[in-house]
């Protein structure tokens, strides 16, 4: 069976036609008026004949309540003009083909866990660190999902102010993992974007921030593997210093092999890199109408 799927990011969108694990054709453009951008998609996917189901990992907050009457939408984006956008009503409405829709972590997680890094695991968190913080996963063998759907980045971490006096950078919370941690937070706080921040000060805070937020999900959710990337993991030193900031942040407590040494077989990179979400979306249409 052939699939639909887009990565609808705040930025661009990434389409795709294909089979479970198998890009055909994609295309790609950026992301500017929902009526204009969801039009784009259609126009893709009209192109390519029928298709079984389609399949969006979308950027959020979203509903995914099942039985919302608002199912489906973008709901409290600050993004301009994109809050209440029924994003998979259009595309379904237009193309008259079944629709899922998650969160583009979500979606890239369950790429990471069929082909990438979480292949074979119950339960893991997927953590991306680029313009915000998103995370995602799976628990018991699912999607993670509960009340709305998890917000990884806007979790509370402690702010030193005398180390850091940078106020944070959300527009919602101030100081949240996102305001402190994100691309967009690196930029506010240094003036410097991430890619070319040299300061081992500025590394070394936030490999702290990250590391606060993956011991909280570790004491939350008792994950048995995450997955870290994004723009700023992209950083080499990044990771190893993550990894030894939530060593030291454990604190020894937690018995697990996984968790002793230096966790550099349980905070891992990504393995499908910028292909995992559109291939997660590929996966959602796929699992959305139960095919191969
Ligand atoms: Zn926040």
Known sequence: MIYGGIEAGGTKWVCAVGGAGEIRQTVSFPTTEPDETIAQAVGFFAAHGELAAIGIGSFGPLDLRRGSPTWGRITTTPKPGWSGTDVAGAVSAALGTPVAIDTDVNAAALAEHRW????????????TVGTGIGGGGLVNGELMHGLIHPEFGHMRVPHDRERDPFDGACPYHGDCLEGLASGSALLARWGIPAEDLADERAWDLEA????LGIANVTSILSPERVVIGGGVMARPSLLPRVRERVGHLLAGYFSAPELS??????????????RAGVLGALELARLRVGGR
Request: charged fraction near 15%; aromatic fraction near 14%.
């Open 208 to 211: 702290e921030y990250l590391a």
């Open 116 to 127: 990438g890094s979480a292949m074979g695991l119950r339960t893991f968190c997927y953590v």
């Open 261 to 274: 040494g230096d966790l550099s077989g349980y905070i891992v990179a990504p393995a499908l890199d910028a």
